[in-house]
């Protein structure tokens, strides 16, 4: 490793000390943590496992290892070989298939109180274009979202959690699901059971935007809801020399596509963001035909649900009424049943407070930012509408690598040094939340 992890102790004003696992363990540091337990000597111990060479090269290992074979939503069968092989490896108990590749493994006394702990596992359709040694060995496929990295650290975490297994009080679900690209994995992941007795869930994104070895989030509202339509709007075709014997579905659409425009700037409060925006449009394939239809799609995104719903209806009315002024009909869909409406991810207050002493403590509290809101959308947030959550986004960005480039970019890499950071968090969240719900 060649940056240091640091361990905050909270004692009851604060105060600050550090350490650096990987040269100069300091076992003797026992003291009370915010909950009035002894705590500092596990996160001490969770740290130096995560951090020690053995267990980092493991990491990388097993990063790239799914790195090389990324599978898209639902086949993902590969991915959950590999989750299982370690699993059983670790000697951890879980159950399989769930959502199909899905994977839910459990840690600790088999008793409540139970906290969830989340890896999405898909990849996308995306050829990668940076050249290394461990480059997708699939042809248009690539872990372009980091998910090889997020299934990595919670494997990170089990290990973890597995060795310090006799000191839980409760039980970790470890939730390793499908398709989040899809925005559907969650839900049948909830749909099959994975929720079944947690009471809270903590997942993490990795993030271009800031530096390896800081992590960020916010509570309260932190990435948008989101929606997505398309809309069929009919006319009559004809020659485009005759408009006048033809009912025109491209100035229908286009009129659409216009006072789309208005519901945002128009309707809603400038303070409260949202977002409508077209970003298809289809019609005709010859400079002299009006066509018969034209189809127009897009997305729309909202940090409350009861907005997201407000601009669904209102998307619905505006499209049919101007394809009603043209002359045509429209049928609109919301794809719910292939991209069903995502909610916002809404970090819960005391989920966030746990999850923030947690990861201050591992990075520093100079590395722990407070994250703006995100118009981007997360299918983390199904689960956080059933129960309180919170998620964390941890930094990848190192320019000496190149890992500098967005989600979902051919050149999207990461600085591995984060994974054992994330195992680590993630381990010491399930850790402290466990005994914080015990007192
Ligand atoms: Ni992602």
Redo the contacts with the bound molecule.
Sequence with gaps: MDHLFYLHLFLLFFNLISFSSSSNPKSSIVTLGNYGYPSSSIKEEIIRVANATENVEWLKRIRREIHEYPELGYEEFRTSAVIRRELDRMGIGYRWPVAGTGVVATIGSGSPPFVALRA?MDALPIQELVEWEHKSKIDGKMHA???DA?VTMLLGAAKILQEFRDTLQGTVVLIFQPA??LGSGALRMMEEGALENVEAIFGM??VHRYGIGTVASRPGEFLAGCGSFKAEIKGKGGHAASPQESIDPVLAASASVVSLQHIVSRETDPLQSQVVSVSSFQAGGAFNVIPDSAVIGGTFRAFNKQKLDLLKQRIQQVITGQATVHRCSATIAFHEEDHPLLPPTVNNERIFGIMHNVATEIVGEKNTHTAPCIMGS?DFAFYMDKIPGSFLLIGTRNERLGSVYP??SPYFTIDEDALPIGAAIHAAFAHTYLISSTQ
Aim: glycine share 8%; proline share 8%; aromatic share 0%.
């Design positions: 999405d979202c980091g998910h997020h989040e690209e994104h990795v997360e989600p979902h």
